[in-house]
Structures are given as structure tokens and as C-alpha cells.
């Protein structure tokens, strides 16, 4: 069965320094992976996905990910993160459904 | 932004009362989903449709319904409301369910049940 984990539940950054935001999967057969942003609010819109191909993935806001097979990971990167960029962040596993993380809430200190 | 509306966005109702959510899109998605979010849960599948008239049990669908009579429309009931179904409620529609399609989602509704 696929499930995802996300490390942290909430990651503190000052603004204009780079964020990392962890994810780990498991699953018996390949995957496709995602990361959604939910804004104060809102609902749910998608950053970036992987489905194949190049193992760097750029998304929209300047937010990119990696997938490693190896590691069963695909943590997500910004390399300067803006105070619009508070939201909570999820990343989701598909192989027949699609299972959400938990949330990684991003707290940007001015 | 897909068009995707919910409604009511907020609603307060006692235990033991049923409650009607609806989720209405405009974009013609086979697929239409119902979720609750809850802190330290994420977000967890309640039922899906993938049809008119076609809906199917996702992973916390005990106390809830659901109803698709028109492509547009997709409707959760909770029958007897109670209050550990206070959550936030989002609907997402998808135009496949193949594993790399891309779901969007609602505003949300904020239920409280007291």
C-alpha cells in the first residue's frame, strides 16, 4: 500500500533564506508525486508534479523538487523564500488514488 | 482558476441534524471528490464520483453520503450530524482518474457541529 510522510509539521525560515520541506513515500509500484500549497483560506492548488523523466522538478513561485528513487524521497526546495509564501504545504502519492501528507505548515520571520 | 464553487462556505449546526454540502462545477471533470481536513490529518478522501450517478467510498466514509444526479453537482450529506465531523470540507474535481492527473480543488466549507 502507498502512504507519504512529511517530516516536519511546521518549518520556521526567515524571509529571503532557502526552505527545504521533506517528503518520503512508499509504495510497491511506480509512483507519481505532487506537491500542493494551501494559502490561508483557500483550498488546495498544485505546485509541481512528477510523473517521469528528469528528476528535477520546477514548479510555479520558484519552488522546485527532486525526486530520488533510491531514498524514497521528494522533498521540495526554494532557494529564497517570500513572506507570501506562508501557506501549508502537502505533498501527495498516486499510483491508483492519491494520498495526501499530513501538511508542512511554512512560518516566514521577518 | 478552475471553476469550482461550494456552498454554504460556513455553517453551524447542532448534533443530530442532517446537513446538505454542495460542490458545483462548471468545467465538465468526470471526476468529483469529497475530502475533510483536519490539524495533524491532512487531508483524507470521504467519497468520490466518477459518474452521474456513479459514486464510490473513500477512506472515512462512515455518517456520510453522497448524491450525483447532474455532471455539475455533487452533494455529501451527513445524516445525523455530530461533532466529530467538525472539519473543514473541500470538494476537488479531476477530468481522468489516471495517476498523474492533477485535482483542483474548492474554497471549502468550515462545519461546525455543536
Known amino acids: 500500500a502507498q502512504s507519504v510522510t512529511q517530516l516536519d509539521s511546521q518549518v520556521p525560515v526567515f524571509e529571503e533564506a532557502p526552505v527545504e520541506l521533506r517528503c518520503n513515500y512508499s509504495?510497491?509500484?511506480?509512483?507519481?508525486l505532487f506537491w500542493y500549497v494551501q494559502y490561508p483560506n483557500q483550498g488546495l492548488q498544485l505546485l509541481l508534479k512528477?510523473?517521469?523523466?528528469?528528476?528535477l522538478v520546477k514548479g510555479i513561485n520558484g519552488f522546485e523538487a527532486e525526486f530520488n528513487k533510491s531514498q524514497t524521497s521528494f522533498h521540495l526546495r526554494k532557494p529564497s523564500v517570500h513572506i507570501s509564501d506562508t501557506a501549508e504545504y502537502f505533498c501527495?502519492?498516486?499510483?491508483?488514488?492519491?494520498?495526501f501528507g499530513k501538511g508542512t505548515r511554512l512560518h516566514i520571520l521577518p | 482558476d478552475a471553476g469550482i464553487t461550494q456552498s454554504p462556505r460556513h455553517k453551524v449546526t447542532e448534533t443530530g441534524t442532517p446537513v446538505t454540502l454542495r460542490c458545483h462545477q462548471t468545467?465538465?471533470?468526470?471526476?468529483m471528490y469529497w475530502y475533510r481536513q483536519d490539524p495533524g490529518h491532512g487531508l483524507r478522501l470521504i467519497h468520490y464520483?466518477?459518474?452521474?450517478?456513479?459514486?464510490d467510498k473513500g477512506e472515512v466514509s462512515d455518517g456520510y453520503s453522497v448524491s450525483r444526479s447532474k455532471t455539475e453537482d455533487f452533494l455529501l450529506t451527513l445524516e445525523s450530524a455530530t461533532s466529530s465531523q467538525t472539519s473543514v470540507y473541500f470538494c476537488?474535481?479531476?477530468?481522468?482518474?489516471?495517476?498523474?492527473?492533477?485535482?483542483?480543488f474548492g474554497p471549502g466549507t468550515r462545519l461546525t457541529v455543536l
Open positions: 476537488a474535481i479531476s477530468d481522468n482518474q489516471v495517476p498523474g492527473d492533477e485535482q483542483f
Open positions: 509504495s510497491s509500484v511506480s509512483v507519481y
Open positions: 512528477y510523473l517521469s523523466g528528469s528528476t
Open positions: 501527495a502519492v498516486s499510483d491508483d488514488k492519491i494520498i
Open positions: 468545467e465538465n471533470h468526470r471526476y
Open positions: 464520483s466518477y459518474g452521474v450517478k456513479d459514486t
